[in-house]
T-cell receptor, first 113, second 113 residues
Framework: EPEVTQTPSHQVTQMGQEVILRCVPI?????FYWYRQILGQKVEFLVSFYNNEISEKSEIFDDQFSVERPDGSNFTLKIRSTKLEDSAMYFCASSRLGTDTQYFGPGTRLTVL | DQQVKQNSPSLSVQEGRISILNCDYT??????FLWYKKYPAEGPTFLIS?????DKNEDGRFTVFLNKSAKHLSLHIVPSQPGDSAVYFC????????????FGQGTELSVKP
């Protein structure tokens, strides 16, 4: 069964450093998403991406964040200058259509020191 | 953002009995609802969904009921099994929001043998 994969599983970084989180969505899916879950809190939407453009973004997704689909398989989330409060689990998801079920990857745990 | 609420943080059920997990929402524009199951340090796993044009959807042991007038949905698991022990999230989306899912806080289900 096809699945969403994410790398790395755990990333530790110093405050102010740039990080790139990587995702490989399910191959025939066209819509891609990033969510995050701060420990003990809800899963929160960050951004959706379709046809090489951002479709929707939350207020969390400020100028420090960017997304890219650099090739036909990868989907990345970049945080330009990490803050302590960026520490969270980051989940990538994909769906075939924008109104379809989203399938989630296993997550990347980001720890900012 | 309290648009989707799961008011019970935890639920304990005996194996073989029915588990009922509840979810309330406030946004009348939501037209698609999903239930995800999540284990610690893993991504959400899709369980079952329902469109706002239906009031019930069934898949094996899992049934989701939607009451649009009450803005309430519930997930029934019958019979409950110890392997069902996990955190269950309901999520909702509106057609015009780029696939953005709004999650509830989650309910931790414990099924005791």
């Amino acid at each position: 069964e096809p699945e969403v994969t994410q790398t790395p599983s755990h990333q530790v970084t110093q405050m102010g450093q740039e990080v790139i989180l990587r995702c490989v969505p399910i191959s025939n899916h066209l819509y891609f998403y990033w969510y995050r879950q701060i420990l003990g809190q809800k899963v929160e939407f960050l951004v959706s991406f379709y046809n090489n453009e951002i479709s929707e973004k939350s207020e969390i997704f400020d100028d420090q964040f960017s997304v890219e689909r650099p090739d036909g398989s990868n989907f990345t989330l970049k945080i330009r200058s990490t803050k302590l409060e960026d520490s969270a689990m980051y989940f990538c998801a994909s769906s075939r259509l924008g109104t379809d079920t989203q399938y989630f990857g296993p997550g990347t745990r980001l720890t900012v020191l | 953002d309290q648009q989707v609420k799961q008011n019970s943080p935890s639920l304990s059920v005996q194996e073989g009995r029915i588990s009922i997990l509840n979810c309330d929402y406030t946004n009348s524009m939501f037209d698609y609802f999903l239930w995800y199951k999540k284990y610690p340090a893993e991504g959400p796993t899709f369980l079952i969904s329902i469109s706002s044009i239906k009031d019930k959807n069934e898949d094996g042991r899992f049934t989701v009921f939607l009451n649009k007038s009450a803005k309430h949905l519930s997930l029934h698991i019958v019979p409950s099994q110890p392997g069902d022990s996990a955190v269950y999230f309901c999520a909702a989306s509106a057609n015009n929001q780029g696939g953005k899912l709004i999650f509830g806080q989650g309910t931790e289900l414990s099924v005791k043998p």
